[in-house]
């Protein structure tokens, strides 16, 4: 301590009021204070809202795709390939639609020029939708599409 009584005397007070103070917190919270138990309706109506507020961002997809790929051998290889495009804004599906000729080709031309070895393999599957969406984007010229879905995806 400090050394001197009447200091010392006001620290203490200060120090015990503190810890009064600390425990009577611990003690309410744990013992006075009873959190009440969640309504079933409430819940619901709260659930309804955070739906109603969430909207699915529209998708636009592209009819299905048989593409001839490169193949070294005798055997031919084809892609057999579903994609959905979900652009940033809705709007954009219509630039999409509007584009549809032009899509189609930037994607037989990207996935005609990857091995389909490559294209069996998640990384080559990641890699032609990088392709397609730097593509379609610089051609756009904005960021168009946010994210692309293969539903349909075979290699034979």
């Not at 009584?5 to 917190?25: E, P, Q, Y």
């Not at 592209?62 to 940033?88: A, C, T, W």
């Not at 549809?100 to 599957?125: C, H, R, W, Y």
Request: proline share 3%; net charge negative; glycine share 4%.
């Amino acid at each position: 301590m400090t050394g001197n009584k009447t200091l010392d005397t006001i620290l203490v007070g200060i120090l015990t009021l503190a810890t009064a103070g600390a425990l009577g917190v611990f003690v309410y919270t744990e013992v006075v204070f009873k959190k009440p138990l969640p309504s079933d309706d409430i819940e619901l109506s709260n659930l309804k809202k955070d739906i109603e507020k969430e909207v699915a961002p529209e998708v636009y997809k592209l009819d299905k795709m048989i593409i001839n790929l490169n193949s070294q051998g005798s055997r031919l290889r084809f892609l057999d390939v579903e994609i959905h495009f979900v652009p940033y804004k809705s709007e954009y599906v219509e630039n999409l639609e509007a584009q549809k000729a032009f899509i189609q080709d930037a994607i037989i031309d990207i996935s005609s020029n990857m091995a389909p070895e490559d294209l069996n393999t998640v990384a080559g599957k990641v890699l032609l939708e990088e392709r397609i969406r730097r593509r379609l984007n610089d051609f756009f010229g904005k960021s168009l599409i946010k994210e692309i879905f293969f539903s349909r995806f075979v290699v034979q």
